[in-house]
């Protein structure tokens, strides 16, 4: 039998707060294994998983309707039954959004060199 957690613990392993798991439960994006008897959603290993690549893929502008699409993506169905395997799907934009993503952190870090080296000017 496969080791469920509580939400909070979920959270905490992830890295999210409770309210973006149940955010994401609600958007239909991780479904728990029904509930326990004290009223509790317990969540799977697998459901730990795909909250952690939800995460990841976040930052990178991938909209809830990719991120649902995620497990199928992966080859794996929403509770992890063999599926049509697309690992492509979102390999090219991923890498196209973690160059955006380059460029922009070298434009900001560019920004506060800048903002640096002008406050030691007017210092000196």
Do not use: N
């Not at 998983?49 to 939800?54: G, I, S, Y």
């Not at 991923?94 to 002008?118: I, K, Y």
């Amino acid at each position: 039998m496969e080791r469920t957690r509580h939400i909070g613990e979920v959270a905490t392993r992830v890295g999210l707060s409770p309210r973006t798991v149940r955010s994401h439960e609600e958007a239909g994006l991780v479904r728990p294994s029904g509930r326990t008897d004290g009223g509790f959603r317990p969540y799977t290993d697998a459901d730990v998983a795909r909250l952690r690549w939800m995460k990841v893929m976040k930052p990178l502008g991938f909209t809830l309707d990719e991120m649902g699409d995620l497990p199928e993506a992966r080859g794996r169905g929403a509770a992890g039954d063999a599926a049509p395997a697309r690992p492509g799907l979102y390999a090219s934009p991923a890498a196209e959004r973690c160059e955006r993503l380059r460029m922009q952190l070298d434009q900001a870090e560019r920004f506060a060199a800048d903002l640096t080296a002008e406050a030691r000017r007017r210092r000196s």
